[in-house]
């Protein structure tokens, strides 16, 4: 689950300080509200667009073939300031670098909008 993105500032017994990026102020947080916090050491790759950091890992395995695509991996790798890890297997990768098309979508949101009733 996609959620807001902070960097925990300070740690002390009695609270936790996280500047997220949501928030002008940094957030004090007493320690019964830190529990409600969770450490994520990973972005999904729509949550890391508009963003850039020093390193970029990249999953790209042969077993998530449904959503491999080029722009996906262009989206990740152009999130690197320094470099870019692919982790995965060459038939992953190939996958996601042969597939140019874009997903289609049908979320009825046209045929809803004129108030066409569903089949």
């Known amino acids: 689950m996609n959620g807001d993105i902070g960097t925990v500032l300070e740690v002390t017994k009695d609270s ?6 949501c928030y002008q102020e940094p957030r004090r947080f007493s320690r ?4 409600d916090l969770e450490l994520a050491w990973a972005l999904t790759i729509h949550k890391a667009q508009g963003s850039e950091w020093p390193w970029v890992m990249v999953v790209c395995h042969s077993s998530q ?9 262009y989206t990740a790798i152009t ?9 995965g297997d060459r038939k992953g990768i190939d996958r996601a670098l042969s597939n140019n098309r874009p997903a289609e979508r049908r ?9 066409e009733e569903e089949d």
Do not use: N
């Open 65 to 73: 073939h449904y959503m491999l695509s080029r722009q996906l991996i």
């Open 32 to 35: 019964k509200e830190a529990y």
């Open 16 to 21: 936790v300080v996280v500047d997220f990026e």
């Open 79 to 87: 999130r690197a300031k320094k470099g870019v890890i692919l982790v």
């Open 107 to 115: 979320t009825r949101l046209q045929e809803a909008l004129r108030g």
